[in-house]
């Protein structure tokens, strides 16, 4: 069982809306990402965390911003939503070391 | 030159046989690599992590690391039908502060 929680699962929103995807986990990891995902196609890296007041932008400048003020929540914010924006967000942790990651069940956004 | 490179497939093998998945990798860099399974429309799930070269089995899955090639290979054993899905390759560089970089994915077919 999964223990990395992502809300919603799925989101259709306008053009120009502010919108905010939560990731929240409970297994005290310090390291948080969020990746992009179209399908067919890799998963991009957009944010990560290495902890507390953390974080940096990945290979993919998609326009967003991210937050890290407690260790088990990663909120991505979008400010202003753009159909080029529609793809699934994963959020993911991981403990420090050579170990992957677990993965959230992702957010399917659809900007119309 | 994408930083992991996979086969997009499809790889298309008999119930009972082995497939094998590959990926090569750029950044010579890069100290261990993962597999993940990611079924449609779900988030990946780790399968294996290695970072030795040589040979790492775990059940019916066996990882190969050749970091002379850059080349992480991925064997299933006995593949079953329900092990029908994409599997991505992913590598750890040291540019994005050692998050991982992911293929494509490799979509592989187990056929009954």
């Keep these: 069982e999964a223990d990395i929680y992502q809300t919603p699962r799925y989101l259709v929103i306008g053009t120009g809306k502010k919108i905010t995807l939560e990731c929240s986990q409970t297994m005290g990891h310090d390291k948080m990402y969020w990746y992009q995902q179209d399908p067919g196609m890799e998963l991009h890296l957009i944010h990560y965390s290495y902890g507390v007041n953390s974080t940096e932008k990945g290979d993919l400048s998609s326009e967003s911003t991210v937050s890290r003020i407690r260790t088990e929540h990663f909120p991505l914010t979008l400010e202003s939503a753009r159909p080029s924006h529609t793809s699934q967000y994963l959020c993911a942790s991981s403990v420090a070391g050579e170990y992957g990651y677990t993965f959230g069940s992702g957010t399917r956004l659809t900007v119309v | ?112």
């Design chain 2, 1 to 112: 030159q994408k930083e992991v490179e996979q086969n997009s497939g499809p790889l298309s093998v008999p119930e009972g046989a082995i497939a094998s998945l590959n990926c090569t990798y750029s950044d010579r860099g890069s100290q261990s690599f993962f597999w993940y399974r990611q079924y449609s429309g779900k988030s990946p799930e780790l399968i294996m992590f290695i970072y030795s070269n040589g040979d790492k089995e775990d059940g019916r899955f066996t990882a190969q690391l050749n970091k002379a090639s850059q080349y992480v290979s991925l064997l299933i054993r006995d593949s079953q039908p329900s092990d029908s899905a994409t599997y991505l390759c992913a590598g750890r560089g040291k540019h994005s502060g050692y998050a991982l970089n992911f293929g494509k994915g490799t979509s592989l077919l187990v056929t009954p």
